[in-house]
């Protein structure tokens, strides 16, 4: 007995030798590393550092610990480091992932206005933007009713992932309008075929509520090529959906030269420009595009020279058919109908004749001749010294008489 006290003795004696003389003793599960941590979601980053109880800078993350910070949930993770006496050892932890954060977001209306007969807005409709880590889902706290007139508050509810919500409300007022819009000015109409037809001119459209209604207008059973009495409807709408429409014919007559006045010609000229030119455009610009359209769309022939503005002009926009004259008149009509500067100018007459145009849009005179040369040559905006070198080099193409225009470029 006495034996196996001695033996005791020595065992703790040894024991607190040991601990004196400086070996660590440490507990797996409560030293050194946290068992769980907390971070938002969406935070810049984790540190290894942010699970440890004290800093130890031999510390990392094992190689298959892995987590997402932009999504939440419980991460197992693994943190080795190297323990005094006991070398590297592994610790379990584990990453929670929360987010307690609301949505923020934004609304695309201060309020709303609208009329009964209008498509219900959604609740997205309204959310202009949202901030949140996850995914959102975009509801109304509760149920409205658009279709009836009446005043009252929406709320708009955005909740993320988490189960966390944020709200805001918009005051809404729905407008009752029953009473259809009015259009006036519709009368049979007569034009030739191949005319440029003005089928809005002197139709104005009205509305009780709605300041600007929008009208359509059928032409589809409309052949203006041929000639005939076809159907014309117009279509008025106004925003709150009521429709009002009104019809009448279009009688297509032969075309004729003598249809061809400058109310008639100034039309077809504005129907192109409404398709080539833009509203951003500069008149450089705009007589770039003049100048394309009536080399691409007129054919050359040398039978089909008139000399009057608007007779040449008519055959150049309707049969798409002239010579330099019916090229230049066209170009000059559409020049003049867009504000931009011109002249014509005239070869001196040898064999041949040759028309062509100057224009000014600010810079001083440039020529342009809206004729394809005959070796492809576009003549766009030319300075007079290039003009002369090309006639030149061309037998005297474009020779004419400085003395009866103005200094060119």
Not at 50 to 57: A, I, S, T, W
Not at 130 to 140: G, H, L, P, R, Y
Not at 285 to 293: S, T
Request: charged content about 25%; hydrophobic content about 35%.
């Amino acid at each position: 007995m006495k034996r196996k006290i001695i033996i005791l003795l020595l065992a703790v004696g040894l024991i607190s030798g040991l601990c004196a003389g400086g070996l660590y003793y440490y507990n797996e599960k409560t030293d050194l590393v946290y068992s769980e941590v907390y971070i938002e979601a969406g935070s810049a980053e984790c540190s290894v550092q942010d699970f440890l109880k004290k800093e130890e800078k031999t510390a990392s993350f094992t190689k298959d610990s892995t987590y997402d910070l932009n999504k939440v949930g419980d991460y197992p993770l693994k943190i080795t480091c190297k323990v005094p006496v006991f070398g590297e050892k592994t610790f379990k932890t584990t990453l929670h992932v929360q987010d307690t954060v609301a949505p923020e977001f934004s609304l695309t209306e201060d309020s709303i206005e609208m009329y009964t007969t209008a498509e219900a807005p959604t609740a997205a409709d309204l959310v202009e933007s949202v901030n949140d880590v996850s995914n959102c889902v975009i509801d109304f706290k509760d149920e409205y009713d658009f279709s009836k007139k009446g005043s009252f508050d929406i709320t708009v509810v955005v909740t993320d992932e988490a189960g966390n919500s944020s709200e805001a409300s918009i005051p809404c007022e729905v407008v009752e309008d029953v009473t259809p819009p009015e259009i006036a000015g519709v009368e049979p109409l007569q034009f030739a075929q191949g005319d440029a037809i003005s089928y809005k001119k002197n139709i104005v459209v009205t509305d009780d509520q709605d300041d600007n209604p929008t009208l359509e207008v059928d032409t589809s059973e409309v052949n203006s090529d041929k000639r005939g009495v076809y159907p014309v409807k117009y279509i008025a709408t106004d925003s709150a959906g009521n429709v009002t429409e009104k019809s009448t014919t279009i009688k297509i007559v032969s075309a004729k030269i003598s249809a061809a006045t400058e109310e008639t010609v100034n039309a077809m000229a504005d129907e192109i420009l409404a398709e080539i030119i833009k509203d951003d455009m500069s008149q450089l610009e705009q007589a770039r595009a003049v100048y394309n359209w009536v080399v691409d769309n007129i054919t050359y022939s040398e039978s089909a020279g008139i000399d009057d503005l608007y007779s040449a002009a008519y055959k150049g926009m309707y049969n798409r058919i002239g010579d330099c004259t019916v090229k230049q008149k066209t170009a000059e009509v559409m020049l003049n109908r867009l504000g931009i500067k011109n002249m014509e100018i005239e070869k001196i007459r040898d064999t041949r004749g040759h028309y062509w145009l100057l224009i000014d849009v600010g810079e001083g005179w440039y020529h342009y001749d809206p004729n394809l040369q005959l070796d492809g040559t576009r003549i766009f905006y030319w300075h007079d010294a290039d003009l002369w070198a090309y006639s030149n080099s061309h037998k005297n193409t474009h020779n004419y008489d400085p003395s009866k225009y103005p200094p060119i470029q």
